[in-house]
């Protein structure tokens, strides 16, 4: 593919099945009509087809353990269909499905919006209608010390219980925690890194350890058999949902799922004044206005000066 100037304006010219096709760029600028034929160039490698060849092409271009989960979800629904053969009719059927298999709508919405990056991804004037269901309000649900202490209790199998004290003193969502292994564990320094490498992860941040997880992982340590700190019969565990909400239940917490300790993590930082930013961070959240928007209700000083104002 190159630049050629036609009538005074710059074209993307290449050549297709023997012939020489032309698509204008729409501007007179040499250095804009470079960075507009790079991206035609992207396009042209992006594949065409179905709905699985463009999400598989998506994930290894920015894929994400979260992008590949929903993939396994969406799959079976939209995998063998052509873009255009995504509407509100077959987002729906999605929907329905999706619940009926007792699924919250903040999942099924994560799931859709996978799906919708991957096909702008691949077309920005894609032909798809990925419709949303409604997005739910933040979680309000959270443990209170004793309850969480009831959970650790309840949690009898090690591995359990030790996945429990990591979820909440890292903060980490439970992809990362179970994905963390033993060389990501630095005792010298008092650091636990849940993501790999220099690539940023959403979600995956370097956090302090405390006194509590420090014992937790070093007992842990003496036990170990794999590479993977949560670990069990010998092999790194993949899920660990269902074990969890059994502990939930015997603990008299039903409602509490793994995010749940998550949740509970940001909270209890705002309840002991920690600033957003450092929440953020802790989090792992690229901009403290997301955290703020959730959490800072739970601080004792929101609002407190317009609060006095009025007094």
């Not at 598989?56 to 063998?80: H, I, Q």
């Not at 077309?123 to 933040?138: G, H, M, Q």
């Not at 929440?279 to 006095?308: M, N």
Request: charged share 25%.
């Amino acid at each position: 593919m190159r630049l050629k100037l036609y009538r005074g304006v710059w074209h993307a010219v290449w050549r297709h099945e023997g012939q020489t096709r032309r698509s204008s760029l729409r501007t007179k600028d040499r250095a804009l009509a470079e960075r507009l034929i790079t991206d035609h160039a992207k396009a042209a490698k992006r594949p065409s087809g179905g709905v699985a060849s463009i999400y598989a092409a998506y994930l290894a271009d920015r894929g994400t353990d979260r992008a590949r989960g929903a993939w396994k979800r969406l799959d079976p629904s939209f995998g063998a269909l052509a873009p255009d053969q995504i509407d509100r009719q077959s987002c729906r059927a999605y929907v329905a499905a999706r619940r009926a298999a007792g699924v919250g709508d903040g999942t099924i919405w994560t799931e859709l919006t996978y799906l919708r990056a991957a096909l702008l991804w691949h077309d920005p004037r894609t032909p798809a209608i990925v419709e949303l269901p409604s997005k739910p309000p933040p979680m309000d649900r959270h443990l209170s010390r004793e309850q969480y202490e009831r959970l650790v209790v309840a949690a009898e199998v090690p591995h359990i219980r030790l996945f429990i004290v990591l979820a909440l003193a890292t903060a980490g969502r439970a992809a990362a925690i179970l994905d963390l292994t033993w060389d990501r564990v630095d005792f010298e320094r008092g650091l636990i890194r849940l993501g790999r490498g220099e690539k940023r992860v959403k979600g995956r941040a370097t956090v302090a350890m405390n006194d509590r997880v420090r014992q937790a992982l070093l007992e842990a340590l003496k036990a170990r058999t794999t590479d993977h700190v949560i670990e069990y019969g010998g092999r790194r565990v993949g899920r660990i949902t269902k074990a969890f909400m059994a502990v939930a239940r015997k603990a008299n917490l039903p409602w509490c799922t793994p995010h749940v300790l998550r949740h509970t993590a940001a909270v209890w930082m705002a309840e002991g004044r920690i600033s957003m930013a450092e929440i953020a961070q802790f989090l792992g959240h690229s901009d403290s206005r997301i955290t703020e928007r959730v959490y800072a209700r739970f601080s004792p000083s929101y609002l407190r000066q317009a609060a006095d104002i009025l007094g």
